[in-house]
């Protein structure tokens, strides 16, 4: 069995003029969307990959000279940091549009257990970072062959 509903204009009017609101606030109030000039913390696509001897970590750094990043390990936590500089050839003109990124940056991604660090090498090519950690023995797969009872 249905039940009928009495109609109330005025809560239609309500909805409409939210919605005009919102359109007036969306067109005049608020400013353009536009892409933030500095880099921000942690904007750094990173892919971390496991293999069975080791964990392989990559970075890109577009526009970075290896020499402008610094790699650091602390326990289980790898930290990537970084400066993208300005060119200051530029003084005198006026950007008509401009979205390459620059300032510091700095991003900290969690390690599995069991790496050694210590033996942990970095290589830098075509703007992407790559870092190898061998894992300990101790975490390594072992095959463990079954005997046949005979």
Request: aromatic share 6%; proline share 7%; glycine share 6%.
């Amino acid at each position: 069995m249905s039940s009928l509903m009495r109609w109330d204009p005025a809560s239609e009017m309500i909805s409409l003029r939210d919605m005009m609101d919102r359109l007036f606030e969306d067109s005049f109030v608020r400013p353009p969307f536009r892409m933030p000039i500095a880099m921000p913390t942690g904007y750094m696509p990173v892919d971390m990959v496991e293999t069975k001897d080791e964990v392989v970590v990559k970075a890109t750094l577009p526009g970075v000279k290896p020499e402008d990043v610094d790699l650091t390990i602390s326990g289980n936590m790898l930290t990537v940091r970084g400066e993208i500089k300005e060119e200051m050839e530029n003084k005198g003109e006026n950007y008509i549009h401009r979205e390459r990124h620059y300032g510091q940056f700095s991003r900290a991604i969690e390690l599995p257990g069991g790496l050694q660090t210590d033996k942990a090498d970095a290589s830098f090519e075509n703007g992407v970072l790559t870092l190898r950690i061998p894992k300990s023995d101790q975490v390594k797969p072992k095959s463990i062959k079954i005997k046949a009872k005979s």
